[in-house]
């Protein structure tokens, strides 16, 4: 009986920790509400207004700025390293700001960012017992696309990820951290030129 229930202890254990490490965005306060977000196709959480999006007939949706200030230097990676890793993968060519090209005649749209969780987490923590969800690394990104002559809100998103590091067998050949947050931005920046290309697509 005791063996028993020594058992079953250790599974709740590993089912809360699994729990509570579930890659879900948390709220940082950079889009201010959270309430309308909802599933995306190709990043976690996504709102748009359909009817201010076809009203403006953009032209091009452009990168304003990818603020870090609620993030720091933390595992070997900084935040200028953050941006320029978000940045190469999301305009279209370095000497540009532009993220997508539309058919619209209108106004380019305004895309701001945030980098609002950097997290490399730890080697030797992923290694020892990455399967209970320690040592993961962890990036959350945010964003809102702007009419810039109105400041009307016409897509807002937020899409958090975390990394293992094949539960710790990437840190054998040294810690895997800061690749695994390269790789992190570098994908959500890739869905959110999908997932914007999809939305501004609906007025073409």
């Not at 050949?173 to 697509?201: C, K, N, T, Y």
Request: glycine content about 10%; overall charge negative; charged content about 20%.
């Amino acid at each position: 009986m005791y063996h028993r229930k020594l058992v079953f202890l250790a599974a709740f254990v590993v089912l809360a920790v699994l729990a509570s490490s579930c890659a879900t965005s948390r709220p940082s306060g950079f889009l201010g509400t959270y309430e309308n977000l909802s599933g995306g196709h190709h990043i976690e959480k996504v709102w748009h207004d359909q009817s201010q999006v076809r009203a403006g007939h953009y032209g091009s949706v452009e990168l304003a700025e990818i603020n870090t200030t609620r993030i720091y230097d933390r595992g070997g990676v900084t935040p200028s390293d953050c941006v320029a890793w978000m940045r190469s993968s999301l305009v279209q060519s370095e000497s540009s700001d532009r993220v997508l090209s539309l058919s619209g005649s209108g106004p380019p749209a305004r895309l701001d960012l945030a980098i609002t969780e950097m997290n490399p987490g730890n080697a030797f923590t992923r290694m020892m017992i990455a399967e209970l969800g320690a040592g993961h690394a962890w990036v959350q990104v945010e964003g809102r696309v702007v009419d810039p002559s109105t400041n009307t809100v016409l897509v807002a998103f937020s899409d958090r990820r975390r990394g293992s590091g094949v539960i710790g067998f990437r840190d054998l050949g040294g810690d895997a951290g800061p690749a695994m947050v390269r790789e992190m931005l570098e994908s959500i920046a890739e869905d959110v030129r999908r997932e914007l290309q999809e939305i501004f697509a609906l007025d073409e």
